[in-house]
Each structure stands twice: as C-alpha cells, then as structure tokens.
C-alpha cells in the first residue's frame, strides 16, 4: 500500500493527467470526485482545472465544496487556498448567482501567523469584488459592496478599484476620483485609480490626473506619471512633455522618462528621442534606457543611435551600446 505522501501525489498526477483527455466531458466524474476530497489543496487543483476546461456541468459541485470549506474554513482550508481556486473557476465558468461571492466578499479568516493571527482572506475577497460584477445584482448595490471594500486590506482595495473599472460609468469616475483626492497610505492605490479612471474617462480623467504630477509626495507623483504614460490620450503624453521641461526635480524626471518606456504612443517615443538628442547627459542616458525597452525599440534604434554618435558623449555611447547591444558587454 502506497503511503499518505505517495497516495497524495498520485492524486495530483491523475488530476494533471486530465488536461489531455479527448474530450473535457471525460473529466467530469474524476473532478467531481476530487471536489469532494479533503485536501484544500487538491480541491484547489480540481476547481482550477474545472474553469479550465470550461466545464459548467461542475457549478454545482463546486458550490457544494465551497458550502463545505466554510465550516471551521480555517481548519477546513487553510489559506483559503480552495475557496480562492473555486471562486475564480465559478467566475471563469461565467455563474451569475451573487449568492456565493456575496458569502466570500464579506469572510475574514484569521490563522496564526509569525506572533499574530493573520487574515488569510485578502484574496478571496477580492476575487468576489472582481466577480460580483457580471452578477444578475442591481447597479446599486454592487457599488455599495465595492464601495465597502475600498475600505479594506491594501490587496482588496486594488481589486475593488479594478472592479470598479468593469463597471464604467460618471457615478463609478465620482467614486475613483474622490477615492484619489482623499489618498491612501499605499500610492500603489492611488495609482490605480488613475489607471481606471484613464480607462473610463479617458479625456475628462487626464486633466485631474495631471494635477497629481504637483503632489507633494514623490510616489503619488510617479503613479500619475505612470497612469498618464500608460494612456492612449494623446493629450496625456504631452502633460507629461510639458512636465519635463518645467521645474520638476531630478528624480521625479528620471521618474517620467522610466514611465515613457511603457507608452503605446509614438509620440512617447518620440520625446524620448528628442531627450537624447538634446538634454544633459544624464537625462539623456535614461531615455536611451527607456527608449530600448519600449515597443518603438526597433523603429527607433537608427535614429537614436545616430543622436548619439552626433553628441560623442562618452557615458551616452556606452548606455546606447549597452540598452541596443547587450551582447557585446
């Protein structure tokens, strides 16, 4: 007889062994079976697999096992690793009932940490938030749960700000916007408000982003730089043009040209390149850098290269040759 360590991986082998039946209707009995084992972890494995194979035949069993990892949950599972995998195949399998993702948006499951009980339940919540959207639920009261939310653990603020993103519309861009104005101890947040307000409000949202370019806190200022590089607002590129070439310090102008990098706008690579063929050397160098990780690499490489043989500046050679050419260092 196999031993428990050695029963347990064949466990996980059957269930991996799954993704190559013929036909995903083949794997329903052996999933079935495995959402019924104790192990949250192999449960996790099963439920993962069940969105996978887009097996909708399998709601209700996976309802059932979530029903059952909410009794003593942190016994039953711990690290929510089970309910986490379940809510995130119900949400892939498209299931529109509110009723478990109501359930999971509101646990809180305290296990013992290093000293201290930790709430294992962050990203179950979240993955709530990001599912209760497509639910058959009012407007109303899906803005009211995301609303509460916000006002939760760091990791379950940034999923509800992203849900809030999959429900676009002006009381949504009210919501993000106040949600900016009044901060966050985690610029992380903040940044991602203006990224979701850039999303659904593109034209009215670079403007009030633009003013956060003036925070006082050098964070908040690299994520509206980020957010704005991010867009595809024309009008976005040139506030943060306008930006490098104010009063701006040097870390927060390092900070933009590092931003540019991400830019889906050529008009971003452009400026890069006008940077490198024009600003003191080390504003230069880190265009170079941006411009050789962006996706204009390629369309560029001529251009900026012949800028920096016409400057003949010793440290914007070597950057060039190293950010275009990192094969010969």
Not at 121 to 128: I, K, N, V
């Amino acid at each position: 007889m196999p031993g428990g360590k050695e029963a347990f991986e064949r466990k996980l082998e059957a269930l991996a062994s799954l993704r190559a039946t013929p036909s995903p209707e083949a794997a329903l009995d052996p999933l079935r079976k495995a959402l019924k084992d104790r192990s949250n972890y192999l449960v996790s494995k099963a439920a993962a697999l069940a969105g996978e194979l887009r097996l909708t035949a399998l709601v209700p069993d996976l309802l059932r096992a979530f029903d059952r990892f909410m009794i003593d949950p942190a016994k039953a599972d711990p690290q929510c690793w089970a309910k986490n995998a379940i809510v995130k195949a119900l949400k892939d399998l498209n299931h529109d009932d509110p009723a478990v993702f109501l359930r999971g948006i509101e646990h809180v499951q305290m296990e013992a940490g290093w000293g201290e009980s930790v709430d294992t339940a962050l990203t179950l919540r979240g993955a709530c938030a990001l599912a209760l959207v497509a639910c058959s639920l009012d407007r109303q009261t899906i803005l009211k749960h995301l609303v509460d939310r916000m006002a939760d653990e760091k990791p379950v603020r940034i999923d509800a700000i992203r849900a809030l993103g999959q429900c676009p519309g002006p009381d949504t861009a009210l919501l993000l916007r106040l949600e900016a104005l009044l901060g966050d101890k985690e610029p992380e947040v903040i940044g991602d408000c203006f990224e979701v307000l850039l999303q659904i409000s593109p034209a009215d949202s670079v403007p009030f982003v633009a003013r956060f370019l003036a925070a006082k806190d050098l964070e908040v200022r690299v994520e509206a730089a980020s957010a704005l590089a991010a867009s595809r607002e024309p009008q976005a590129i040139e506030v943060l043009k306008q930006c490098f070439n104010g009063p701006a310090d040097l870390p927060f102008k390092i900070a933009i040209l590092q931003s540019l990098a991400g830019s889906r706008q050529s008009a971003a690579a452009e400026f890069l390149l006008s940077v490198i063929e024009e600003s003191p050397s080390e504003y230069a160098a880190i265009a170079v850098k941006s411009l050789a990780t962006s996706r204009f690499r390629e369309e560029f490489q001529e251009r900026a290269g012949a800028s920096v043989r016409r400057r003949g500046v010793d440290a914007l050679t070597a950057a060039f040759q190293k950010s275009f050419n990192p094969l010969l260092f």
